[in-house]
Structures are given as structure tokens and as C-alpha cells.
């Protein structure tokens, strides 16, 4: 069994996990002094525990990672503060003579000196990385509320428009049909009715893509695999195109462009959940249908480019892809002919088509070289092992 899941498309650096998640940066200065005291009673402790076999240089870099980790983590004012307590201690419990403060070698005073001295540098560097870390985690946070608060206002403005048109188209019409059924033609109640079921298809298509969204977003859409025929598809597909028009961006309809299918591998056999792949395709001629030209057809062909693995090009001669924009269009609710601040129909299909043929192992991108309108190409394995 084999779940598919979508995720809304993010960048690389949302991708980047921040220091804070590893590392949750300490509130408060008190907070940090605390830490960094801690720090300073191991550190002695392993320093008096390996002080016969380590040099009193090398035990002293204990002390400096603190006091850079301190640092980072709580500011400046802790670092400076566990810095001081590492020299008292170090001085006291580590160099000769013990437990006092007296220093009688050298090598000992120059140690300690270099200590401080190190220490007290390093502490702004790593109470600057904090400020940049802080930033970075504030930059990151508030990027993140921008784009839900625009995914947000895109969901509210689709269900919006794209329930409320067909509702308010369903309403009127049959509002019409009750109170001027005696006064009306035969042709003018068969336009009422033909519109009303025209709406009520379309609001059924709307659902069902909110529904197919759903269970994709949360890995709830289960794959029933079975030998099928492209071909198969394919003729299926065409006749759901041919029984209701496309829908336009101006809210007209219009009857299907031809569909011009070339399949040089017509019966190659795919292991495939034949439904979902027949919806993903759909959805990819549906929306080369709505910006092809009047009578210029929709082309959709397929042929091997290895021995497993199909791939289906399907393009149009609209007005294409404006350069940019080749990855946002398999986002949810983006348009081609508006950005998400903007109150038109959003667009479902084409996320969908992504999230249920990824499912497959499939990719789906947009041919960039293509520049007579918009070329969808599907890479598609033909044979995958049911429990990958």
C-alpha cells in the first residue's frame, strides 16, 4: 500500500534547519550565567581529571568552548561573566600551586593570560552570531506568516468565489424556473436547465479537487495498483472532456478543443492507479483546453525514452508560461493570470496533478525551451514494486 503525500512548495531556505531548533538559544541573562557556571564546574572537574596526562594549555580550550557556547547562546554579558569565573577557576583548582590564587611557573601566567585575553575576544564574536542567529530566526518567522496570511487569504478567496459563482448561477436560475415557468419557452427552460447543470458540474469538480486536496496533504489517498493501458486512459479521459465545456477565466464556457492524440506506445503497459493517473492527466488538458486558441487542438502524445519509463508530453498554442513562473504554477491556488494578492479563481489542478503522479514516482515539469504556448512533460515509470 502506498499513501501519497503534498507538500506546498517552500524555499530552500525554509528547508535549512536553524541553529534554534538543535540549539534553543537561552532567554534571560541570569538564565545564561547559570549555564555558563555549569559549564565552568565540568570543565574543572574533567580538567583535574585528565590534568596528569593533559598540559594545562590544552585543558584550558575546555574552558574557552564554553564560554564561545555561553556566547552564542546567551549573550555578551553572560560570556564576559563565565569567562571571569573560568580564569578564578582555572587559576584555583588547576594551576600550581593549588587552590590558591598564586601562579609561581611561567608558563602558567602565560596560559592564563592568553586565556583572558582569547576569551574576552571571542566573547562579542559570539554574541554578534547570536544577534545573527536571532535575526535570521525573526526574518524566517515573519516570511513564513506572510506567506500562510497569502495562502490564507488565496483559500478564502477560491472557496469564495469558485462555491459562491456556481451557487449564485444555481440559485438564479432556478429561482427563474419557479416563479416565471408559465411565461418562459421551452428553449429558454432548457438554456435554465442546461446552466444549472453546467454549475452543478463544475461546483462538483471544485469539491472534489478540495477533497483530493485534503487527502493528499495529509497522506490519507491510498494507491490501488493495476495493469492498465495508456490508451485506456487516454479514451476515457477524452470522453470526460467531451461531456461538459471548459470553463474560462472570465466565467464563459466553451465547448472542448479538439484533442489531437498521438501514442507511439499506445499499449506499453503501466502499473499504475488507473484513476488517479487518468485525473492527473485530466487536469493537464483541462487547463491547456481553457488558454488553447478556438479550433487549434490540444496535443497529447507519449513514447519511451528507456525501457521503463514513459513520457506523455501534453501542449497547447495559448498565450504559455511567462518565464519564472514554471514552478509556482504547480503551487496551490496560483493562477496564471493573477499573484495571490489578487481575488480571481485560484487554481487546484495542476498541484494536484503533481502530488498524485509524485505518488507514482512520476515528475511533471514545464517544458522552458517550448515557445509556441505550454508544453506539460510526465516522466512515468511503467513498472514499480507495488510496496515501495
Known amino acids: 500500500m502506498i499513501k501519497a503525500q503534498l507538500f506546498l512548495p517552500i524555499t530552500s531556505d525554509e528547508l535549512e534547519p536553524s541553529l534554534q531548533r538543535y540549539f534553543p538559544l537561552i532567554q534571560g541573562t541570569p538564565q545564561a550565567i547559570a549555564a555558563g557556571a555549569a559549564w565552568v564546574v565540568i570543565a574543572t572537574l574533567l580538567g583535574a581529571l585528565f590534568l596528569p596526562w593533559l598540559t594545562i594549555g590544552n585543558i584550558s580550550l575546555l574552558y574557552v568552548a564554553g564560554i564561545v557556547f555561553v556566547g552564542v547562546q546567551g549573550g555578551l554579558v553572560a560570556a564576559i561573566t563565565t569567562a571571569i569565573i573560568s580564569f578564578l577557576s ?3 583548582f588547576l594551576t600550581s600551586p593549588q587552590f590558591t590564587f598564586r601562579v609561581d611557573s611561567q608558563d602558567d601566567i602565560i596560559t592564563l593570560v592568553f586565556m583572558m585575553a582569547f576569551s574576552l575576544l571571542v566573547a562579542p564574536a559570539a554574541s554578534l552570531i ?3 542567529i536571532i535575526t535570521t530566526e525573526s526574518l524566517r518567522k515573519a516570511k513564513l506568516e506572510t506567506e500562510m496570511e497569502q495562502l490564507k487569504n488565496a483559500l478564502l478567496s477560491s472557496v469564495s468565489h469558485d462555491l459562491r459563482s456556481p451557487l449564485s448561477a444555481i ?10 415557468q408559465s411565461v418562459l419557452s421551452d428553449d429558454n427552460k432548457h438554456e435554465l436547465v442546461s ?11 471544485y469539491i472534489q479537487n478540495l477533497l483530493d486536496m485534503t487527502r493528499l496533504g495529509y497522506g490519507e489517498l ?18 470526460r472532456l467531451a461531456r461538459y465545456p ?6 464563459e464556457y466553451r465547448h472542448v478543443p479538439q484533442i ?7 499499449d506499453a503497459l503501466l502499473y499504475v492507479h488507473a484513476a488517479l493517473i487518468e485525473q492527473a492527466l485530466f487536469n493537464i488538458v483541462e487547463n491547456c483546453c481553457r488558454f488553447a486558441p478556438v479550433n487549434i487542438p490540444v496535443r497529447v502524445r507519449s513514447y519511451l525514452i528507456t525501457a521503463d519509463t514513459l513520457r506523455i508530453e501534453i501542449e497547447d ?15 496551490m491556488f496560483f493562477s496564471r493570470s493573477s499573484n495571490l494578492n489578487e481575488s480571481s479563481p485560484r487554481g487546484m489542478g495542476l498541484a494536484i496533478s503533481k502530488g498524485m503522479l509524485g505518488a507514482h514516482g512520476a515528475s511533471l515539469k514545464v517544458d522552458t525551451e517550448y515557445a509556441m504556448g505550454a508544453r506539460f512533460i510526465i516522466d512515468l515509470p511503467m513498472h514499480r514494486n507495488e510496496n515501495k
Not at 195 to 205: A, C, H, P, Q, S
Not at 260 to 266: C, G, N, P, S, T
Not at 317 to 331: M, V
Open 90 to 92: 582555572f587559576n584555583f
Open 130 to 132: 547570536r544577534k545573527q
Open 171 to 180: 440559485m438564479g436560475s432556478a429561482e427563474m424556473l419557479r416563479d416565471k
Open 195 to 205: 446552466g444549472i447543470y453546467m454549475e452543478t458540474k463544475r461546483l462538483d469538480k
Open 222 to 239: 491510498e494507491l490501488q495498483r493495476d495493469w492498465v493501458t495508456l490508451g485506456d486512459i487516454i479514451a476515457s479521459l477524452t470522453k
Open 246 to 251: 471548459v470553463r474560462l477565466d472570465n466565467n
Open 260 to 266: 489531437d492524440v498521438v501514442l507511439h506506445d499506445h
Open 317 to 331: 498554442e495559448g498565450p504559455g508560461i511567462p518565464a519564472g513562473e514554471e514552478e509556482y504554477i504547480f503551487t
